[in-house]
């Protein structure tokens, strides 16, 4: 059966070739636990870092532009890890690593202004990730191709234009689609934006889900846990992202 992913087909063809070739040199296959393991993993070494960033790095002037090279290079990760299908785990812990220095330095720069933001994005985001398990689990949402597609090329356009925001917004100053800043008012046009983030974010979980399990029952070898493990942190730590910004324009 082919992925309902269509950057994922490659993939999905590789992995069965894997199966097949080293189905004889006692290779483990995957299996759920290992991709739960693998998630966990990465999500304490998400929470670590960012809990060491917020107490040790000082808020100093030049801070901003670092968290903003900072999000271009995780960007840049991603892409590369995803449409390579990269599962050497060296690259997917060091996008964990980056990801928790701009969790913990830019959360702590919200609880400031607005206390209790942080655990409120926190619960919203593993909210809405366990409600969209229990929705797949239950077969109430499948990941079709034409689900696949909307998500995918959503997700993508959400990518490139966060990208020309935040270019611009370093050139000019002006944050358009996304506000950087932590106080201040919000036009209308951030509130569509991150409500759209939101929905695509949480439909992500449901082709991820589609992807372990099709993993597993293809006999994908070991190693591709890790690949998996880094898409569920990818969309947790997105849907994180875009709720803690949508909780401060609600708050303003």
Do not use: C
Not at 21 to 50: H, I, N, Q, W
Not at 64 to 79: D, E, K, Q, T, Y
Not at 108 to 134: D, K, N, S
């Amino acid at each position: 059966m082919r992925s309902s992913n269509p950057v994922l087909n490659r993939l999905d063809e590789t992995g069965r070739v894997e199966a097949r070739v080293l189905g004889s040199r006692d290779v483990e296959p995957m299996t759920v636990d290992d991709v739960v393991v693998r998630t966990v993993g990465l999500l304490v070494v998400t929470g670590a870092t960012a809990a060491v960033s917020w107490v040790v790095i000082p808020d100093v002037a030049w801070l901003g532009a670092a968290l903003a090279g900072s999000a271009l290079a995780s960007i840049a990760l991603v892409l590369v890890i995803s449409l390579r299908g990269i599962t050497n785990p060296v690259p997917i812990v060091g996008y964990a690593l980056l990801q928790g220095l701009l969790l913990g330095v830019a959360s702590r720069a919200f609880e400031q202004v607005y206390p209790g933001i942080v655990v409120q994005a926190v619960a919203g985001t593993f909210g809405v990730f366990l409600g969209m398990a229990a929705l797949y689990r239950a077969r109430v949402i499948r990941a079709t191709p034409r689900l696949a597609r909307l998500v995918i090329g959503t997700l993508l356009g959400i990518a490139v234009l966060s990208v020309v925001n935040l270019v611009s917004y370093l050139i000019s100053g002006r944050p358009g689609l996304e506000v950087y800043s932590v106080s201040g008012e919000v036009g209308w046009l951030p509130y569509a934006f991150s409500v759209v983030a939101i929905i695509a974010g949480a439909f992500s979980f449901i082709l991820d889900f589609d992807l372990v399990e099709r993993s597993v029952l293809d006999g994908r070898p070991r190693r591709y846990a890790w690949l998996s493990a880094f898409g569920l942190l990818t969309g947790l730590v997105f849907l994180y992202w875009q709720l803690l910004r949508l909780l401060s324009y609600l708050r303003r």
